[in-house]
C-alpha cells in the first residue's frame, strides 16, 4: 500500500472513530472490535470512487459507512435478511442521503443493476448448493468488467480457520449475534473454480497476515 492510501485509510477510521462517538458504548465496542480483528478497511481502496455499489449482508452497515466515507460521490444500498441489522443500519447511517439500507435475502430476491458488489463475511453462513447461483445473480447485475469483492475466511493455515470456527461458534451458535444454524466454508481452490464457473476473472488477496484469523478476499471482474 503507498502512503496516499495509508492516510486516506486513516483518514476514513478517524471519520468512523468520530461517526461513532455519538453512539451507545456497545455499539463503539462492536466497531472497535471489528477493526481489531478484520481488515475491512483496506478492502475500501479496491472499490470505483464513483457510481453504485451494492452492500451484499451489509448487517448493521459498518463497510457500507466505509464506502461512503472513502468516496461521498458512491452510491451505497445495504441489503440484509435480519430485520434488526437493517433497522440498527438505517437508525446509525440512514440519514446519510447516498446510503440505503433494506431488508433482503440474498439468495432469494433479484439485485438491481449496480457498478460493483461487496459480499463481507456473509458466504459461510449461507448453504454450498446456494454459492453458484449467488455468483451468478451477482454476474448479471453487473456490467463488463465490474468489480465483485468477495471477503471470506479460507481454510488455510489450519490453526486460523480452527480458530475462527471457534470464534464464530460462540457468535452464530451461542450468543445469537449473526443468523445462521452451521457453517459452510470452502478452500481456496474451490472457491476460485466456482467463480470461475459464474464468469468472473479473479485474483486472490491473502489478508490474514498479523491477524489470528484466515482473511482472505477474491477480487473478481466480470469476465466479457
Ligand atoms: C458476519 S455478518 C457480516 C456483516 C457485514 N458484511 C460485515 O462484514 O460487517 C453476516 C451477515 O449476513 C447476513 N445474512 C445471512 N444470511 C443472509 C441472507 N440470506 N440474505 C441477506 N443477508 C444474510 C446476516 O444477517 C449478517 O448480518
Redesign the pocket.
Same mark, same amino acid.
Given at each position: 500500500m503507498n502512503q496516499i492510501d495509508s492516510d486516506r485509510l486513516k483518514k476514513i477510521e478517524k471519520d468512523i472513530r468520530d461517526f461513532y462517538r455519538q453512539q451507545s458504548w456497545l455499539v463503539r465496542l462492536y466497531q472497535k472490535i471489528?477493526f481489531k480483528i478484520c481488515p475491512?478497511l483496506p478492502l475500501e481502496s479496491y472499490f470505483p470512487p464513483e457510481g453504485t455499489i451494492l /452492500? %451484499?449482508?451489509?448487517?448493521q452497515g459498518?463497510?457500507s459507512l466505509i464506502l461512503y466515507l472513502g468516496s461521498p460521490k458512491r452510491k451505497i444500498i445495504g441489503? /440484509? %435478511?435480519?430485520e434488526k441489522?437493517i433497522e440498527k443500519a438505517k437508525e446509525l447511517v440512514g440519514s446519510i442521503q447516498n446510503l440505503s439500507f433494506t431488508r433482503? /435475502?440474498?439468495?432469494q430476491d433479484d439485485y438491481p443493476a449496480v457498478d460493483a458488489v461487496a459480499l463481507?463475511?456473509?458466504l459461510y453462513?449461507?448453504p454450498y448448493e446456494t454459492h453458484l447461483h449467488i455468483f451468478k445473480k451477482v454476474n448479471d447485475c453487473l456490467p463488463p468488467h465490474g468489480l465483485f469483492l468477495l471477503k471470506e475466511m479460507d481454510t488455510r493455515p489450519r490453526w486460523k480457520y480452527l480458530w475462527n470456527i471457534l470464534q464464530e461458534t460462540l457468535a452464530v451458535k451461542i450468543i445469537g449475534f449473526?443468523?445462521?444454524s452451521r457453517f459452510y466454508f470452502r478452500s481456496q481452490k474451490d472457491m476460485l473454480l466456482l467463480l470461475n464457473q459464474a464468469g468472473f476473472q479473479t485474483k486472490v488477496i491473502n489478508l490474514h497476515q498479523g491477524y489470528w484469523y484466515p482473511h482472505i478476499a477474491y477480487l473478481c471482474h466480470k469476465k466479457t
Open positions: 471489528k475491512l /452492500d %451484499l449482508g451489509c448487517g459498518l463497510f441489503v /440484509d %435478511l435480519d441489522k433482503q /435475502d440474498i439468495i463481507i463475511d456473509v453462513l449461507l449473526t443468523l445462521g
